[in-house]
Each structure stands twice: as structure tokens, then as C-alpha cells.
């Protein structure tokens, strides 16, 4: 990766299936000044357009495992065009990704929120998203106001389908072993702070601003 070095606040969202990376990016990313890039998002469009990326990307989100570090590292090569700090969710996610990331995008903070397996499970299996806008809802902790519906813009809403619970714990098995390395590489760096993720998305919000401000 070559991209310049800004001085502009940029986190990184670490944590497990379902610790609440993409409600918690929602929130920070309210205000305008920060670009959200979060990587599975990217391949999940990627997979609907049937791009080559796409295609490569299939197989592996299929089975809960992570999409080779190349791919992944040269798509948000691609993003990184912003005047604005990034909140990056889902990206790092291996050590080899993290080094690339440090090449090009200097890092103020590195959020690790913390929920365990069986809290991922039942988050995962109730999640819904907006087909239009990614709005993200939960049918027990986050309900929109008509069933099925997106209360921002009207859009559908579907169940991923990665949010099957044999995926569901290949990917928190995968969480364990691949990128769960990370707590230890960005704390060494003095990056790290951790958050209790099982707690109102409201509460861990209201923290996380503590923490930035
Ligand atoms: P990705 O889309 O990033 O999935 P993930 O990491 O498994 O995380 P999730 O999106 O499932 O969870 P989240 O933490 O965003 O939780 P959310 O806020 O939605 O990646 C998918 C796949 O793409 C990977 O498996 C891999 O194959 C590939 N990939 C992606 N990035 C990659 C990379 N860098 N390298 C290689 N491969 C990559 O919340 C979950 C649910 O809980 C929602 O329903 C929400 O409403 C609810 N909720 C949230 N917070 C709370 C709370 N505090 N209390 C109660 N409910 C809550
Ligand atoms: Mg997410």
C-alpha cells in the first residue's frame, strides 16, 4: 500500500462476530467527519455484483473463514482517497494486515469490544440489515417500527447469510485464532483500549466518546 500519512483521528474496531463493530461505526460516523470502512460490508457488495473479488471472496465467507490478506489489504487500498479519518471495522483482522495498515494510515486508537461466543450466537441469529441502506436491527435488542422494514429509508431487511449458527462459530473460531493476536500486537503499540461490549449500545457509545474526547 502507498497512500500518505494524514493527521486525522483514525480507529480501528476490533472484535469478535456480533460485539456491535457496525452499531458502534453507525454512531461514530453519525456527524460526518469520520469514513466508515468496514470490510465485510465491502466483500458482501463485492459477492452481490459477482465482481472477481466477489467471487473469490464466496467461498471463503461461506464457511466463516477470512478472505486472503492480499485481497482484503489491496480493496481498502482503494478507500483510503478520504479528507477525513477512518473508523475501520472488521480491517485489520491478521497480523500481516495490521503491518500493511501501519505503512499508510497512522493510528490513534484501537477499540477491542469484548463480547463472548454464546452472546455472539444469540445477537447473530436475531440480526437483521437494510438491503438498501446497511442500517443494522436486531428482532429481540433492536426492533424497527414495522417488521421487515428499514426505519431510516423504507428499504427491506434480510438475514445475512453467514448469520447461521454453524457459521456463527466458525467465525468466532476463526475471531479466536486469527485476529484475536491483535489485542496483544496494538496494546504493545499502546493503542489498545478495551471495552465491555455486553452492555446497552447506547452505554458503550457514551464510552467510546469518553474515550476519543
Ligand atoms: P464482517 O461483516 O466484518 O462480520 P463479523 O466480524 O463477523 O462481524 P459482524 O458484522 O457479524 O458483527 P458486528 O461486530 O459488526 O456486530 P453488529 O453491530 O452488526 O465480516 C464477514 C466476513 O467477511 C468474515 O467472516 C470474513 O470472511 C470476511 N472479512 C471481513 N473483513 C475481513 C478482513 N479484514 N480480512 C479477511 N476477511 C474479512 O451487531 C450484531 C447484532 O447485535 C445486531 O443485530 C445488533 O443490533 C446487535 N447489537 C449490537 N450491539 C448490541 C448491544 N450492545 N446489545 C445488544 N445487541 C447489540
Ligand atoms: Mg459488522
Redesign the pocket.
Known amino acids: 500500500m502507498s497512500v500518505g500519512k494524514e493527521k486525522k483521528l483514525n480507529l480501528v474496531l476490533l ?10 461505526a453507525e454512531k461514530l460516523v453519525g456527524d460526518g467527519n469520520l469514513t466508515h470502512i ?4 465491502i ?2 457488495e463485492e459477492v452481490d455484483r459477482e465482481t472477481d473479488l466477489g467471487l473469490q ?1 464466496k467461498e ?2 461461506e464457511k ?4 486472503p ?1 492480499d485481497l ?1 489489504v489491496n480493496m481498502v487500498e482503494k478507500r483510503l482517497n478520504e479528507d477525513k479519518g477512518y473508523v475501520f ?6 497480523v500481516n ?1 495490521a503491518e500493511e495498515l501501519d505503512e499508510v494510515v497512522d493510528l490513534d486508537l484501537v477499540l477491542y ?1 469484548k463480547i463472548d461466543q454464546e452472546e455472539a450466537v444469540r ?2 441469529s ?3 440489515v437494510c438491503s438498501d441502506c446497511g442500517k ?3 428482532t429481540i ?2 426492533k424497527p417500527n414495522r417488521e421487515g422494514i428499514c426505519d431510516e429509508c423504507g428499504g427491506e431487511l434480510y438475514q445475512r447469510s ?1 448469520d447461521k449458527s454453524r457459521v456463527i462459530r466458525d ?1 468466532f473460531d ?1 475471531f479466536l485464532e486469527e485476529t484475536a493476536p491483535l489485542i496483544e500486537y496494538y496494546r504493545e503499540k499502546g493503542l489498545l483500549e478495551e471495552v465491555d ?5 447506547e452505554t ?1 457509545n457514551s464510552e467510546i466518546q469518553e474515550i476519543i474526547s
Open positions: 472484535g469478535g462476530p456480533g460485539a456491535g463493530k457496525g452499531t458502534q468496514a470490510t465485510g460490508d466483500l458482501r471472496a471463503y465467507m466463516g473463514e477470512l478472505v490478506d482484503v471495522d472488521g480491517f485489520p483482522r491478521t494486515q469490544i445477537r447473530l436475531s440480526r437483521r443494522i436491527y436486531n435488542f433492536k453467514d467465525r476463526t461490549g455486553k452492555r446497552e449500545p458503550i
